[in-house]
């Protein structure tokens, strides 16, 4: 079951409320594969063709996006046998966006401040 998040600045006053984790339907290569680009879906299908038993971890993590200055929830994969992770790009600008490994240490994609706090807000699946 995957949590639902509210991400404040309390500089500049802007939240965010965003998914992170995985749900049921999110357990097969082939249900998560198509959240990627195309590059990193063909590199996931010959992956998939070449391993009997494929071994991953999907979820959706939070991330800043420069180009459309938000915060935002993007898919990431790690290939556990082959030590290899993938990261999927904005969902609303298509940009590359950073991975926030810690909330306190993460600057306002608004502001640029290091005002962002997270709380739990919820389920989903």
């Known amino acids: ?35 990627f680009p195309e590059r990193t879906r063909q590199k996931l299908d010959a992956y998939e063709a070449d391993t009997e038993l494929p071994m991953f971890d999907f979820g959706y993590r939070l991330a800043v996006c420069e180009g459309c200055g938000e915060v935002v929830s ?35 994609p608004v502001c640029h401040k290091l005002s962002l706090s997270e709380e739990d807000y919820g389920f989903w699946d």
Request: hydrophobic share 30%; aromatic share 4%.
């Open 74 to 108: 993007v898919p990431v994969i790690k290939l556990l046998d082959k030590g290899k992770e993938y990261t999927g790009v904005c969902e609303k600008c298509g940009g590359q966006a950073e991975l926030i490994d810690n909330i306190g240490e993460t600057k306002c």
């Open 1 to 35: 079951m995957g949590a639902i998040v509210k991400i404040s600045c309390t500089s500049c006053d802007s939240q965010w409320t965003r998914q992170t984790g995985c749900g049921i339907l999110h357990g097969t290569l082939s249900a998560v594969k198509g959240f």
